[in-house]
């Protein structure tokens, strides 16, 4: 990692104090803090996490100034060409790309592990009609614990690749059984015979009545979104994987947390309220200005969602494949004119946002949720499914990370300090004398 440091002195005290810098493969270095409270007395103070490094890690590398994003080292829009997301999910967990005999391993283990225990059928019915499907996922990722107690042999290797294998091939099962009992049809059961993408559109929109044939198109479109949603290094659901993870709880309970997460409008939610924002955008018939100067006045609540990242700084290169892919998707199927009039809005909120000051300024451009609700919505997929979607893909990406800390020799159970600023010591008054 290099032996380069960095030297603080205490102005106060005059104390002085080397720390370690390490050098990662690619990206910012970072200055090791870890003896800084030991040997000065002093924590860090870095709130939302905007300069911390929490871990190291060799899965994904995101160099925000210049838009790259690389799954162990492959560009994605090089994966989105030519993989698909069960090879991306190998890569991811395992570190190199596959051949083709370690693929089909791979795919006949996932396929063995897709059925839920029967008892999950009832699980489910103890919802609400209308729960929302992240609700159901938090809930049943983290029921799933019961029925792999030795899921909890964290630090056994086998059993954290059993876990892992599961919960990637439970995940389909699990969003569209949460689909059709929203809509009260039949659970539909997985299908050895279909790829990985294929199956979970089955599960989705197969009927026992019907023999259901996959479109193509779809299928193709779905398994791109589900590489480009696959990982995103420490993002806020990834973290909370780690952090849960890292009191050696059980996967299914880190990854229900997780879902957890993942499900608000600042990080997965957004797919799902950036089609609600473009709705309301269209069927108010105000210019789209109107919705820009909210976004850019500081009472107002409002933000133009799909835009904006933490780390990129420059446009997201998910966002470029994903609108592109909404493009073709569109012409392909023929898209609808509501599908239509929703990405011709998208693209031109996108148009007027870049040209504006308060956007270039502070380098907002679309995120990757931005387009891929509307690509949902030309699949007929409902709203509250959205953010689901996104944590099928997900899900390998956390259990990626996960995999790493747990192997990881050094990894501690994460436990963050503060900055104090409460009231001092006080001391108890009896209720009769306040
Ligand atoms: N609309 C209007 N203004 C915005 C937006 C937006 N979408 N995003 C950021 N800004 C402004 C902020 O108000 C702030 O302005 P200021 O410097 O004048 O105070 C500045 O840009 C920096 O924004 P922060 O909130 O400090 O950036 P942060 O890195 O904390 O937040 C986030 C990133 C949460 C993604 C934010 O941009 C946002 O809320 N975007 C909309 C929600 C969204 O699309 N989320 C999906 C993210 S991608 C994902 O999770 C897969």
Redesign the pocket.
């Known amino acids: 990692m290099g032996n380069d440091t960095v030297t603080i002195i205490d102005n106060a005290t005059g104390k002085r104090m080397e720390l370690p810098v390490f050098k990662g493969t690619c990206g910012p270095s970072v200055i090791d803090v870890r003896n800084l409270y030991r040997e000065m007395g002093y924590f860090t103070y870095d709130p939302?996490y905007l300069s911390t490094g929490s871990c190291d890690s060799k899965i994904t590398f995101i160099d925000g100034e210049n838009g790259t994003l690389l799954y162990r080292g492959y560009p994605i829009e090089q994966l989105a060409k030519h993989s698909t997301y069960p090879e991306v999910c190998y890569l991811l967990l395992y570190r190199k790309l596959p051949t083709k005999a370690e693929l089909e391993k791979f795919n006949e283990s996932i396929k063995k592990h897709s059925l839920l225990d029967e008892a999950m059928r009832v699980f489910y019915r103890g919802f609400r009609h209308d729960a929302h499907a992240m609700a159901i996922m938090v809930a049943g990722v983290g029921a799933l614990a019961s029925f792999y107690p030795e899921a909890l042999n964290v630090h056994d290797r086998n059993d954290r690749e059993t876990s892992a294998h599961r919960l990637i091939a439970k995940m389909p099962t699990l969003a569209a059984w949460s689909y059709k009992y929203s809509i009260g049809q039949p659970f539909t059961y997985p299908r050895n015979d279909l790829d990985f993408t294929a199956n979970f559109l089955s599960m989705m929109f197969g009927i026992p009545t019907e023999e259901y044939q996959a479109n193509e198109t779809f299928v193709k479109a779905m398994d791109l979104i589900l590489i480009l949603h696959a990982d995103?290094e420490q993002?806020a659901s990834t973290s909370t994987v780690r952090l849960t993870g890292s009191s050696e709880a059980s996967p299914f309970a880190a990854l229900s947390a997780g879902i957890g997460t993942l499900w608000g409008?600042?990080?997965?939610g957004?797919n799902e309220v950036v089609v609600h924002m473009l709705e309301e955008m269209i069927s108010s018939g105000k210019n789209l200005k109107h919705y820009i100067n909210r976004?850019?006045d500081k009472n107002d609540r409002f933000?133009?969602?799909?835009?904006?990242?933490?780390v990129y700084k420059n446009y997201d290169p998910r966002a470029k494949i994903i609108r592109q892919i909404c493009h073709q998707l569109l012409k392909e199927i023929g898209s609808d004119t509501e599908n239509q009039q929703l990405f011709d809005t998208a693209m031109a909120l996108e148009r007027v946002a870049l040209e504006d000051e308060y956007f270039i300024e502070?380098k907002?451009y679309p995120?990757?949720?931005f387009y891929s609700g509307i690509i949902f919505r030309a699949m007929g997929i409902p709203l509250n499914m959205f953010t689901v979607i996104f944590a099928l893909a997900r899900t390998v990406g956390w259990l990626a990370h996960w995999m790493e800390m747990m192997a990881d020799p050094d990894a501690r159970i994460s436990r963050p300090r503060q900055l104090y600023t409460g009231p001092d010591l006080q001391k108890y008054v009896p209720i009769e004398k306040r």
């Open positions: 939302g995103h993002n409008p600042a990080h997965g957004a976004a850019k933000r133009l969602m799909g835009f904006g990242h933490r502070r907002l995120n990757v949720d």
